[in-house]
C-alpha cells in the first residue's frame, strides 16, 4: 500500500506542477472531487481494515505480556522486565501514506461540500469590475440561490432563483467554459439591451444614471467619469473613459449574433431564451457578452455577493451590490 500510495500522491502532485506551470489546463473542481474520493476510499479502508487490524496486533501483544507475566509469577518472579506501552502506541499509530490520505479526507469532505453546494472562493484578477470589485479583492460567491450544481458536471440539482438584473455573476467564460469571469447581469431572456452612445437601455427604457464625483483609478493613476446606475432596482456604481470611443470593435462571431445589431454609437441585441447579457461596471475597460456574446445558463457558477479580504485594502471588507 504504500507503493501504491505514493505513486497517487506523486500522480496529484505532477498535476498540480503541470498546472502552476502552464503545462496543462487545470480544473480545481475535478482535482477536489478525485481528492475527495481517493482520500474517502482510504478513511473507509483505515475504519472498518486498517484500523481494527492494528487494534488486533496491540491486543494480541497486550495478551502475550500478560500471559507471560503470568507464567513468570507461577515461578516466583515478580519483578518482569520489559514495558510495551511504547511498543503498543506505535502498533496503533497510522502510518505515514494513511496519515497523508484517511487522515485528510475531513477536511478535504469539508470543503468539497462548501465548495460545491454553499460558497466558494475568487480572487478578482482584472479592473472590468471597477468600481464595484477592484484587483486583487477575495470575494465569496453564493452556489445556491440560483440552484445547487453537481461538482465538475455543472448539472443543475434544484431550481433556485433565476438571476435578476444588476446581480454580480460568476460563469463560465463561454468561449473557454475552463475560465471563469465575473460581470454584472444586464440582460436576461427576452430582454433588448441596448448600449449606445455609452448609455444604457433596456427594452426601450434608459436605465436611470446619475453623476457623481470622479473616480481616481490608482491602477492607471487617473481619473474616470463616475455615475451612478440603477438597474433592477438596486444601485451600483459604473465608470465611463471619455477616451474610448462607443462602438464596439473585433466583436466575435458567437451564437445569437444574428440578434444583435452593431453600429458606430455602439450595440443593440436581443437576449435568447435560457441566455444573459453581461457588462461589466469599467464600461469601457470590460471584455464582456458585446464582444463575446450571452452566457447560457448552463454556464452560471454563482451569485458574488462579499468581498472577505483585499490585503492591500483590509477596509474594502464587506457585502456589495
Known amino acids: 500500500m504504500q507503493a501504491i500510495t505514493s505513486i497517487i500522491l506523486a500522480a496529484f502532485g505532477l498535476y498540480a506542477a503541470s498546472w502552476y506551470f502552464g503545462l496543462v489546463e487545470g480544473n480545481f473542481a475535478l482535482l477536489l472531487l478525485l481528492a475527495t474520493v481517493v482520500t474517502g476510499v482510504y478513511w473507509l479502508a483505515e475504519r472498518f481494515y486498517f484500523l481494527p487490524q492494528r487494534q488486533k496486533a496491540a491486543a494480541l501483544l497486550e495478551a502475550n505480556d500478560l500471559q507471560r507475566r503470568e507464567e513468570l509469577g507461577k515461578q516466583g518472579i515478580s519483578q518482569v522486565d520489559g514495558n510495551i506501552a511504547e511498543a503498543k502506541v506505535r502498533l496503533l499509530m497510522q502510518p505515514w501514506w ?14 468539497f461540500l462548501l465548495r460545491s453546494f454553499l460558497f466558494e472562493p475568487f480572487k478578482i484578477p482584472s479592473g472590468s469590475m471597477v468600481p464595484t470589485l477592484l484587483v486583487g479583492d477575495l470575494i465569496l460567491v453564493n452556489k445556491y440561490t440560483y440552484g445547487l450544481r453537481l461538482p465538475v458536471l455543472n448539472t443543475k440539482i434544484t431550481a433556485g ?40 437601455t433596456i427594452n426601450g427604457q434608459p436605465v436611470a444614471t446619475t453623476a457623481v464625483p470622479e473616480f ?25 473613459d471619455d477616451d474610448r470611443p462607443a462602438f464596439v470593435p473585433g466583436a466575435d462571431n458567437f451564437d ?56 492591500g485594502s483590509p477596509k474594502r471588507i464587506g457585502s456589495f451590490d
Open 161 to 200: 432563483t433565476p438571476p435578476q438584473r444588476g446581480d454580480v455573476m460568476v460563469f463560465r467564460y463561454p468561449p473557454k467554459p475552463s475560465l471563469d469571469y465575473i460581470k454584472r447581469v444586464v440582460g436576461v431572456p427576452g430582454d433588448t439591451v441596448a448600449y449606445l452612445n455609452k448609455r444604457l
Open 98 to 111: 494513511l496519515d497523508w490520505t484517511a487522515g485528510l479526507f475531513p477536511v478535504i469532505i469539508v470543503v
Open 216 to 240: 481616481f483609478d490608482e491602477e492607471a493613476m487617473r481619473y474616470f467619469k463616475q455615475f451612478e446606475e440603477t438597474l433592477g432596482g438596486k444601485k451600483h456604481r459604473l465608470l465611463n
Open 256 to 311: 445569437g449574433r444574428d440578434g444583435c445589431s452593431y453600429t458606430v454609437e455602439g450595440v443593440t441585441c436581443k437576449v435568447p431564451a435560457g441566455h444573459y447579457f453581461m457588462m461589466g461596471d469599467n464600461r469601457d475597460n470590460s471584455l464582456d457578452s458585446r464582444y463575446w456574446g450571452f452566457v447560457p445558463e448552463k454556464n452560471i457558477v454563482g451569485k458574488a455577493f462579499f468581498v472577505w479580504m483585499n490585503f
